[in-house]
């Protein structure tokens, strides 16, 4: 079944009411999620700004930041270090951290705990994107089971006694023929891990076609700990119908906040068992955009034309499904200043809201991979060799992204 599915479905069917999953806070450690929603890392999106931002409509999920890569957090790279930044409002303080060598990524987890630099340190193993996977990393990374268990065994030791949980993400593997999620999901738990998010999809699935919600139902009757299920939610609909499905513990949201950050409201009023949706007029999303605006400055230090570059990408996906002209979306895409931004927003029509069919509708990229690309040989085994590793160390890139 494929996301979202059998909710259709069965609705289109006309069956009655629907029964309602079973939904609990989570505890990673010591933090407590008192709503199981998870905002999933978005490298170049989940920067304080915008996590502040969700997190105002939903105090009590978790804020995920984008990936920083071990080695440009270990060089202190300024970017790296800008991207570990947090705002006294967030709750948790909540990192991703991105290695193939286990010892850099330690190196970098240790950075972490001394500097006291965040209460939660997710690791990524669902990065798809060439230059990741073809060193080894993101979602390649789980196939070499010798360097994944080792790669969370020491991230964990390192957290462990600091009270620092420590969670993976991962993807389902790497096409259909080489899944790596049952393993890696058994593997992070007996390393000590504290949850799991499965991105129901294969590197080579990119981020085409849907999500596999059914892998997620299997990994929740694999595993003990909580494991959180990721992949095509676009609204509370569909997050209330995952859990149900698939009886994971709690949801993660990328693409489907992206120019709604109130997913997170409504999210929370479903898990509540309330139907109140957040519908904001384009008055409304135009005082979003300010405030997005003026939080991205101060992230820039002050450099407003950086946050305004910043923030076209998010205007673009405020503005989706509005009935906003070519023109005036261009007019924001030529914007340099704030004071340029807040009189696009004045030639608005406040009163316009986005009509209901197209409210919860995908939105970001939808794209299949061309082409997995992974180090020479990488599938003939599921060990790494002493040659394999000294490649992929040396190749351990500074700059990895999405
Ligand atoms: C622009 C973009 C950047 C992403 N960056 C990261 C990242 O830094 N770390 C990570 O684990 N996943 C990253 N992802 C994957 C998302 O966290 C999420 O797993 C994926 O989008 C599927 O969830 P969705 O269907 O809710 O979007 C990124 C996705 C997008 C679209």
Same mark, same amino acid.
């Given at each position: ?67 920083? /890569?071990? #080695? ?5 790279? $300024?970017?790296? %270090?800008? !991207?570990? @930044?947090?705002?006294? *409002?967030?709750? &948790? ?39 990741? /996977?073809? #060193? ?5 990374? $789980?196939?070499? %089971?010798? !360097?994944? @268990?080792?790669?969370? *065994?020491?991230? &964990? ?39 799991? /998010? ?21 990994? &929740? ?182």
């Amino acid at each position: 079944m494929t996301a979202g599915e059998g909710a259709r479905d069965r609705d289109a069917a006309g069956a009655g009411p629907q029964q309602r999953p079973a939904i609990a806070p989570v505890d990673l450690g010591r933090i407590h999620v008192p709503t199981p929603v998870m905002l999933s890392p978005m490298a170049g999106v989940t920067n304080w700004p915008f996590r502040v931002i969700c997190e105002s409509y939903g105090p009590d999920g978790l804020y995920v930041a984008e990936m920083i /890569t071990a #080695r440009a957090l270990v060089a202190r790279n $300024p970017k790296a %270090l800008r !991207l570990c @930044r947090f705002a006294p *409002s967030e709750h &948790v303080r909540s990192l991703q951290l991105y290695g193939v060598n286990p010892a850099i990524v330690a190196q970098a987890a240790r950075m972490v705990v001394d500097g006291d630099m965040a209460d939660h340190v997710d690791l990524n193993f669902g990065c798809p994107v060439p230059k990741v /996977t073809r #060193r080894g990393g993101g979602s390649a990374l $789980p196939w070499k %089971l010798d !360097l994944f @268990r080792e790669l969370v *065994s020491q991230v &964990v030791s390192v957290c462990s006694p600091a009270g620092i949980p420590v969670t993976a993400k991962i993807r389902i593997g790497i096409d259909d023929e080489h899944e790596t999620f049952r393993e890696a999901g058994h593997i992070a738990q007996e390393e000590g891990c504290a949850a799991v /998010t499965l991105h129901a999809r294969t590197t080579a699935q990119y981020y085409g076609g849907h999500s596999d919600w059914d892998a997620i139902g299997d990994l &929740v009757g694999e595993l003990d700990i909580p494991v959180f299920g990721n992949g095509d939610i676009w609204g509370a609909d569909d997050a209330m119908a995952m859990m149900r499905e698939t009886g994971c513990a709690g949801v993660a949201i990328g693409r489907g906040c992206q120019g709604r950050p109130w997913i997170f409201a409504d999210i929370r009023h479903a898990f509540a068992g309330s139907g109140e949706r957040v519908n904001p007029t384009l008055g409304d999303v135009g005082d979003v955009i300010m405030r997005h605006a003026g939080l991205l400055t101060e992230f820039f230090d002050g450099d407003e034309r950086m946050a305004v570059h910043d923030l076209r990408k998010h205007i673009a996906w405020y503005l989706k499904g509005f009935a906003v002209g070519g023109a005036a979306r261009k007019a924001f895409m030529e914007c340099e200043t704030l004071d340029q931004v807040s009189r696009e927003i004045g030639r608005l029509d406040p009163a316009m809201t986005v009509p209901e069919r197209m409210i919860d509708k995908p939105r970001g990229r939808v794209r299949y991979a061309k082409k997995v690309h992974l180090p020479y040989g990488w599938l003939d085994t599921r060990e790494t060799t002493h040659e394999q590793r000294e490649t992929l160390f040396g190749d351990d890139p500074m700059d990895a992204g999405y």
